[in-house]
Structure formats: C-alpha cells, structure tokens
C-alpha cells in the first residue's frame, strides 16, 4: 500500500484515534455536569452518551479495517478482515446513531417530533435489512433503496426539529438551527451523491447479481486484499464523511441542551 491509498488509511486511523479522545473528554466533562442538570435530563444524556461510544467505536473499527462490501475488498489480509464481521459492526453503531436521534426528538415531547423520533429507529433497522440483502446478493439496486430510507430518516428528523425552532429561543434555537442545516446537507449529499452513486454502479452492472448461496459463502470467506487507488476512490468521500463528521456529530449530541420545555411532563 503506498501513495494516495496510504495516506488516506493513516488519516481514517488518526481521525479514529481523535474520535476516542474526543468521546473520552466528553465522557469527562458531562460527568462534571451531570450533577447539576434535573435527573431526568441527566439519564437521557448518559443514554446518548453510551449510544456515542457505540457509534465511535464502530466507526473506528472500520476505519483501521476499511472495507466495501458489494465487491468483497479490503485493505489487509486479516482473520477479522470479512464483509460479514464489518457489516455487523455497521450495523450495531448505525442503530446507535440512530437512537440517538430519536431520543432527542422525543425527549422535546411535540407530536410532530415524537412522531418522527418513533418512526426513525424503524425505517433505519428497515434500511439495515436492505443493506444486508443488498450485500448478500451485491445488488447495488438495493444499496440505492438502503440509502434512500436513510435520507427519509433525515427528511423525518429534519421535519422535527423546524417544527419544534419557532417556540424555542437561545441556546435551544440554536442547536435546532444546527441540528435543522446538518440534516438538510445530509439530505441533499444523499439524494445527490450516495443514491445516484450506487443507481450507477447498478445500471453498470446489468442487473447482474450474486446467487445467495455464493454470496453467503463470499461473505464469510476472507475480503480480497485490493490496494488500487483507483478501485477505493469512488468511495472514500461518503467513507471519509462516515467516519470524521458523522462521528463527531453523534459525540457532540449528548452535550445539546434539554429540549422539553421547562416545567413540562
């Protein structure tokens, strides 16, 4: 592994490195605040705490071990290096993150926020069912349906948080104005980028898919080891995004302010 490829790798392992630190020093400091917050408040934020460490720690086991499961590959030759055991760990920390907004939303007790923070954790399990079918058969089709739940999990969250910013004010408008301007540039690198991305390598493909019986097997079996820049580059962007700014979002959530108004059951 050399060039572009290495270094790419050895800032996905810095940037995992940073992560724990980071979730580490957040650990820290709302420890120091949690004995001044109401309970109730403190409990939920020790919920998306833990939810965090779930999502970060996954995310850095991807990064020291990158791997693209429709086509098999990987960067090393290892025991651990199968599209089976990295799926499992996206997975388990792609449910974190989700958790974790359906929390908050929930948390602020609107109708149309506990509607979308009840609906969100469902249609991301849906996605992760696509996304294993999607890897059993590497039917990029499936892919694309994978990603479109997901940016329908943003149109959701996104929903929520403009309907709760009107009678919010300081540092609770604030982070709905950020939470509100995340979801929305996620939403249009999805339906822009990720989904035609993956609708593309579909129609390249002719509809041609795996039979389950060898996709099972290949995804058991070792990744193949591929160290040509040329093969990853079409997905460092939205790995490199996973990994940095979706991680540092998921451990900057258990710092956001209380969102049910004071005084509110």
């Given amino acids: 592994m050399q060039g572009a490829l290495l270094a790419w790798w050895l800032a996905l392992c810095a940037a995992a490195l940073v992560n724990v630190l980071a979730w580490a020093w957040s650990a820290r400091r709302l420890a120091s605040r949690a004995v001044h917050m109401p309970p109730d408040l403190c409990a939920s934020r020790r919920w998306l705490l833990w939810l965090s460490a779930g999502y970060v720690l996954g995310c850095a086991f991807r990064s020291i071990f990158p791997m693209v499961d429709a086509p098999r590959i990987c960067l090393h030759d290892t025991w651990i290096s199968r599209i089976v055991v990295g799926r499992a760990v996206a997975t388990a920390a792609e449910l974190c993150f989700a958790f974790q907004w359906a929390l908050l939303l929930r948390e602020a007790g609107a109708r149309t926020a506990?509607?979308?923070?009840?609906?969100?954790?469902?249609?991301?399990?849906?996605?992760?069912?696509f996304s294993w079918s999607a890897v059993l058969t590497s039917n990029y089709l499936l892919h694309a349906v994978e990603n479109s739940l997901w940016a329908l999990a943003a149109v959701l969250a996104l929903a929520g948080f403009l309907s709760l910013r009107a009678r919010t004010e300081g540092s609770v408008a604030r982070f709905l104005e950020a939470a509100s301007v995340s979801a929305a540039i996620y939403l249009a690198f999805m339906v822009t980028v990720d989904v035609p991305m993956y609708l593309s390598r579909w129609r390249a493909a002719g509809g041609v898919t795996l039979p389950l019986e060898q996709g099972l097997r290949t995804l058991l079996e070792r990744c193949v080891v591929e160290h040509d820049w040329g093969i990853w580059r079409g997905d460092v962007l939205w790995l490199t995004l996973y990994f940095t700014v979706a991680v540092w979002i998921s451990i900057a959530l258990p710092h956001a302010p209380q969102l049910r108004p004071s005084g509110a059951r």
């Fill in 114 to 129: 506990t509607l979308a923070g009840n609906l969100i954790v469902p249609i991301v399990a849906l996605a992760e069912i």
